[in-house]
């Protein structure tokens, strides 16, 4: 789903379904064990759509548990359990988002919600019609069929997409300064589209790009003056205190 690994017991689908910025997988957990999960940042949008009798409690057993989630870029660092998972995740890019969600990039990038809270009834319909299809290319096809339904007139500006390629490209080692040099804006108006329409600011966008660049290379086994070197932090301290806050935990617990 997000930070987990598959074990014997998982089912996992990909599908080859394509809208631009968008991917989809499904997850079936077989075996009597709950699913632990952490949450925390990445520069996607990640929806989580459940079917069938799963169920997920998130920050704790006492919490009501929930049908499904949405995570925005920066979602605080959240714990996820679920019983008998079984479910449809979306990843999408910022760009993506800004036309299938509907809702204020601002309101959605720092927090978790349901899919309720972004599409309302419909949400609940999609997850019902989810548990009565049998197979995962038909349920990709009713959540492609869902999104395309929900394409909004509205885009970005072509200079807030080429921003965005700019920081991904970059691993998030690029300033404000050459987005304006890339855009022709100025660095004041790069700022307030740019946030406007992806959720959070150009520097902060960079951060969690480059904070994610590193986690992946951490979990993948490179070393960590290494990692901090090609992702361009001063030093290890740099990259231990993007780690925490971001993530939750060391480079030194992720390496082990």
């Given at each position: 789903?997000?930070?987990?690994?598959?074990?014997?017991?998982?089912?996992?689908?990909?599908?080859?379904?394509?809208?631009?910025?968008?991917t989809?997988?499904?997850?079936?957990?077989?075996?009597?064990?709950?699913?632990?999960?952490?949450?925390?940042?990445?520069?996607e949008?990640?929806?989580?759509?459940?079917?069938?009798?799963?169920?997920?409690t998130?920050?704790?057993?006492?919490?009501?548990?929930?049908?499904?989630?949405?995570?925005g870029l920066?979602?605080?660092?959240r714990?996820?359990?679920?019983?008998?998972?079984a479910?449809?995740?979306?990843?999408?890019?910022?760009?993506?988002?800004?036309?299938?969600?509907?809702?204020?990039?601002?309101?959605?990038?720092?927090?978790l919600?349901?899919?309720?809270?972004?599409?309302?009834?419909?949400?609940?319909?999609?997850?019902?019609?989810?548990?009565?299809?049998?197979?995962?290319?038909?349920?990709?096809a009713?959540?492609?069929?869902?999104?395309?339904?929900?394409e909004?007139?509205r885009?970005?500006?072509?200079?807030?997409?080429?921003?965005?390629a700019?920081?991904?490209?970059?691993?998030?080692?690029?300033?404000?300064?050459?987005?304006?040099?890339?855009?022709?804006w100025s660095?004041?108006?790069?700022?307030?589209?740019?946030?406007?329409?992806?959720?959070?600011?150009?520097?902060?966008?960079?951060?969690?790009?480059?904070?994610?660049?590193?986690f992946d290379?951490?979990?993948?086994?490179?070393?960590?003056?290494?990692?901090?070197?090609?992702?361009g932090?001063?030093?290890?301290?740099?990259?231990?205190?993007?780690?925490?806050?971001?993530?939750?935990?060391?480079?030194?617990?992720?390496?082990?």
């Open positions: 789903m997000s930070e987990h690994q598959l074990d014997a017991g998982w089912e996992l689908a990909r599908s080859t379904m394509s809208i631009a910025g968008v989809l997988n499904g997850f079936r957990n077989h075996g009597a064990t709950a699913t632990d999960m952490r949450v925390f940042a990445r520069p949008v990640t929806i989580v759509l459940q079917f069938g009798e799963s169920q997920l998130v920050d704790g057993p006492n919490q009501p548990s929930a049908t499904g989630l949405v995570a920066v979602p605080g660092i714990h996820v359990q679920a019983k008998h998972l479910c449809v995740e979306i990843r999408m890019s910022p760009l993506a988002a800004y036309r299938l969600l509907g809702s204020a990039p601002t309101d959605l990038a720092e927090s919600v349901s899919p309720t809270d972004i599409w309302s009834r419909p949400a609940l319909i999609l997850q019902e019609q989810l548990s009565e299809t049998s197979t995962w290319t038909a349920r990709f009713l959540v492609t069929r869902f999104l395309g339904a929900r909004a007139a885009s970005v500006d072509a200079e807030v997409a080429a921003s965005w700019r920081i991904t490209a970059t691993g998030g080692g690029v300033k404000v300064r050459e987005l304006a040099e890339l855009t022709g660095r004041q108006r790069v700022w307030s589209r740019f946030t406007a329409q992806v959720g959070v600011t150009p520097k902060r966008a960079a951060m969690i790009v480059r904070f994610r660049r590193a290379l951490i979990t993948a086994g490179y070393p960590l003056a290494e990692v901090a070197m090609m992702c932090y001063t030093d290890q301290s740099h990259l231990h205190r993007d780690m925490t806050a971001f993530a939750g935990t060391t480079p030194g617990a992720l390496s082990t």
